[in-house]
């Protein structure tokens, strides 16, 4: 009987399952989309539960789809959607409110008071991270300052404090949800942990000092582990929904997920992923390299027994959502019309979009952005609007780009890329002439189910080491810059210009309606 390994992949908009053989193609795929709640204006929420059942859900249709039974699982990978915060009741498994996303904007009054009283470059110091509503420790504090039940304003939910400092209730991020929920057991990988702005990434520990900042009991904090763990998190129940003890052995955040399914092993390796944001990491090796330009220092993945690799990152928090928002509001169809209609014109007419719905990310840091476009015309028309979301998403890759060769000094050469967006050939032709950089799009593009599956395999021995993983990786194709650099320089500093009149914009009294 032939053996594989699966991948659960919970994203933002859905949860889909892999399975992988040993040259890493995809032998079974199943995929289900979860709801978006957003309560108030700038507040984004997911249903746990739902989350959990249709984890269940794809992965019974993956391997009834493929004919596959559970016992030819070798391992289970988990990548997620990070920084996204649940707290539950380590008893009953029942969440007590939704869980925040991490496009959730609500604690960027906490995140201001924090950079008042001058906090932020010592959190930056311990956690590489940006000080940001993104990020899941102002997300806990929330959850436990405003979840039911609401307390009369004197012991504002005192008792859920309580509870948490008792061990009664727990916190993690999606991956710590799925492994609960999965073996019984409260754990979360380093990439993971590195990702909630509660954990100190040289030390490689949970920080008491943040822990206390943020009001978040110790007890509530998942155990740490290597992201490829020969120890495993668990196995899955046999009498549970798969009915097979299947050994839980790997996860990822997503964007460590896809440097690793990318075979990003080697210090100066880089990619860029175009999901609903877009997030371009590089391996630094076993140096956590600081960062002067508004990139990330963050984990990249480690091995058993191997020392912590890091990466630098710099984190888009719009790409992918701004062609679902041309959906949205009728421009287009669907995603694929996109290239079309960019293509037939020229220019965008001197048109630019800055799809900063959600703030801006990496490197401008600016939680009070929002989207707008700048430049219309009366001969402004649709197809210009199109181009115009599609260069935006190429110019702030450029930004990232930019930053990360101040930061690390090391020039990027060709730079591997996947997601959605990069199906599309326009779209992909753009970003090599605007970041003037050779672009690889791989075989399999589902590259962080790819690298979770990888993380478990290894850990179990499916692969034997990482040289397999690099014979796997297969180049469908590759796009060189084909526009002059002057011609790009010229485009790309008007850019900066209408980044500007995005900023800042948002103000308290909409936040809170």
Known sequence: MTQYVGAIDQGTTGTRFMVFDHEGQVVANAYEQHEQIYPNPGWVEHDPIEIWENTQQVVLDGLADAGLDADQLDAIGITNQRETTIVWDKDSGKPVHNALVWQDRRTTDRVEEIQEAGKVEEIREKTGLECDAYFSATKTEWILDNAEPLKMQSSRGGDLRDRAREGELIMGTIDSWLIYNLTGNHITDVTNASRTMLYNIREMEWDDELLDEFDVPKEMVPEVRPSSDEDYYGHTDADGFLGEEVPVAGALGDQQAALFGQTCFDEGDAKNTYGTGSFYLMNTGTDAVKSDHGLLTTIGFQMSGEPVQYALEGSIFITGAAI?????VDLINNAAQTAELARSVDSTDGVYMVPAFTGLGAPHWDGRARGTIVGMTRGTSKEHIV???????????????????????????????????????????????????????????????????????????????????????????????EKDQKEVDKLYSRWDDAVDRSRDWAQDDEEDE
């Open 387 to 481: 181009r115009a979301t599609l260069e935006s998403i190429a110019y702030q890759t450029r930004d990232i780009a930019e930053a990360m060769e101040a930061d690390s000094g090391v020039e990027t050469t060709s730079l591997r890329v996947d997601g959605g967006a990069v199906k599309n050939n326009f779209l992909c032709q753009l970003q090599s002439d605007i970041i003037q950089t050779d672009i690889a799009r791989p075989e399999v593009d589902e590259t962080t189910a790819l690298g979770s599956a990888y993380a478990a395999g290894l850990a179990v021995g499916y692969w034997d080491n990482v040289d397999e993983l690099r014979d796997n990786w297969q180049i469908d194709r590759e796009f060189s810059p």
């Open 324 to 328: 679902e928002w041309l959906e949205d």
